[in-house]
């Protein structure tokens, strides 16, 4: 079954309702880690200038904003978080007049809109960019779940894929063709949100995945494995999980 992603209207650019799946309080603190995820609170490094000589070498860390970068497949090596991940740094800006008006500017930056943010104690909505400019790995145990302040929605990776193939390589692409591509790990991330709901965590869950079965109503009486069948039929994945059919 073709992921139902080909009537997607082609746009660069998203309002804050159409880019994130949530933001804030209603992010869900068992949603796997996922690419676009934006978590504050994270130590990251100020690297000098100059370079410094070998040997150990003091240098500034900052708390800062930071958005998840590896695709979904390069945030998890089976049941487990990486023990390191790619982030960009998200700084708040004052306007998007940089991206141009056909949004196709500033080729090095996402545009994070309507960030909710803490000022003088208060949450405050403004206007951010993440930097693929200044890419930095650090250890994920990092990026806590109760500091994760955005999760994209699927439209909104679609759109962060086409900005870093324009970043990475200058190649033109749709927004219905990127969202194609993680259309299966899109669906994985909410069995797996599934899974841990069930167990508690993603112990077994690859394993599961790759576990021939019969499935009622798919290939009656011929065996097939939950990740054969999780871009197309979801919602049978997320029953055998729980046990109840997904709404």
């Not at 068992?30 to 100059?50: E, H, K, L």
């Not at 009622?216 to 999980?241: F, H, K, Y």
């Amino acid at each position: 079954m073709n992921p139902p992603t080909s009537a997607v209207e082609d746009t660069n650019w998203l309002e804050a309702e159409q880019l994130y799946l949530c933001r804030g309080s209603a992010c869900e603190i068992d949603r796997p880690i996922f690419q676009g995820d934006v978590f504050r609170g994270v130590p990251f490094p100020i690297m000098p200038s100059t370079p410094p000589p070998p040997g150990r070498a003091e240098f500034d860390v900052v708390e800062s904003l930071v958005m998840v970068v590896p695709h979904p497949c390069q945030c998890y090596q089976g049941d487990n978080l990486r023990k390191r991940l790619t982030v960009a740094p998200v700084t708040a800006v004052d306007s998007y007049g940089s991206f141009g008006r056909d949004r196709t500017g500033a080729k090095d930056k996402f545009a994070l809109l309507d960030l909710p943010v803490l000022s003088d104690g208060q949450e405050v909505r403004l206007s951010h960019v993440a930097d693929f400019g200044r890419l930095v790995t650090v250890p994920s145990s990092y990026l806590r779940p109760d500091r994760r302040i955005a999760c994209l929605s699927h439209m909104g990776l679609g759109l962060l894929a086409k900005r870093l193939l324009q970043y990475q390589l200058r190649a033109p692409s749709t927004l219905a063709n990127t969202m194609a591509y993680t259309y299966k790990q899109w669906n994985e991330a909410i069995a797996m949100q599934a899974w841990i709901r069930r167990y508690g965590s993603l112990k077994g869950f690859s394993d599961w995945t790759r576990s021939p079965r019969i499935f009622p109503g798919i290939a009656p009486g011929a065996p097939m494995t939950p990740g054969q069948i999780m871009a197309g039929a979801l919602e049978v994945v997320l029953d055998a999980i729980t046990g109840t059919a997904a709404e």
